[in-house]
């Protein structure tokens, strides 16, 4: 039986999610769920399935695998992690591992913020202003490492090449003061380039405007209810 990941039919938090998935070779099924226009913002997709998975808290993203049943982004990463061994090997790599998974989801979020607000336009010109202090944290992290956690990749570098690929969609010469981390997405990619990342699908890729326009129909009250 293959793994099963539920999501809105976006990037959003998936999206490091298939790359995992996509980069460990398994096989897997990419279950989306379509979100209704406005106004009414129909979710009955999700709604009429949410209770019939047997989840203990339903909620998107999802990941089914045999009897394992999670929710939540990160456990799901850390899931697939542990199978494939992508967690870091020493107590040091695991810190900087877990430390830099909850920074980028603070990172994330602070994107989200203004993707997700009609005053998007009038937002964007704050959250690029800041933008270059919080780059320079992960470029200091990062330092001269080929990946985040030290010599061989992990989940989290996933999560933050995410991340770091939406913001350079969202303003292209935001790293250009951080030569590590433009190194950083080009070998990523090199190492990494999987059928989700060829096709250019602008669900998979869009952010800034065009993050906003394919997923406020999904930003009604609970996105993930």
């Not at 039919?9 to 995992?20: E, F, N, Q, T």
């Not at 956690?149 to 989290?156: N, R, S």
């Not at 950083?184 to 059928?195: G, M």
């Amino acid at each position: 039986m293959p793994v099963v990941l539920g999501y809105w039919d976006i990037r959003g938090l998936a999206h490091s999610i298939r790359l995992l998935l996509e980069y460990t070779g398994t096989v897997y099924e990419d279950k989306m769920y379509s979100c209704g226009e406005a106004p009414d913002y129909d979710k009955s997709q999700w709604i009429n399935e949410k209770g019939k998975l047997g989840l203990d808290f339903p909620n998107l993203p999802y990941l089914i695998d045999g009897k394992n049943k999670l929710t939540q982004s990160n456990a799901i990463l850390r899931y697939v992690a542990r199978k494939h061994k992508l967690y870091g090997e020493t107590e040091e790599e695991m810190l900087r591992v877990d430390m830099l998974e909850n920074q980028a989801m603070d990172f994330r979020m602070s994107l989200v913020m203004i993707c997700y607000n009609p005053d998007f336009e009038k937002l964007k010109p704050g959250y690029l202003e800041q933008l270059p202090g919080k780059l320079k944290l992960f470029s200091q992290f990062l330092g001269k490492r080929k990946w985040f956690a030290g010599e061989k990749i992990t989940f989290v570098d996933f999560v933050i090449y995410d991340i770091l690929d939406q913001n350079r969609m969202l303003e292209p010469k935001c790293l250009d003061l951080f030569q590590n981390l433009k190194d950083f997405l080009d070998r990523f990619e090199l190492q990494t380039l999987t059928p989700l990342l060829r096709t250019g699908s602008p669900k998979l890729l869009a952010t800034g405007k065009e993050f906003h326009s394919l997923t406020d129909t999904a930003a009604a009250g609970a996105i993930a209810n």
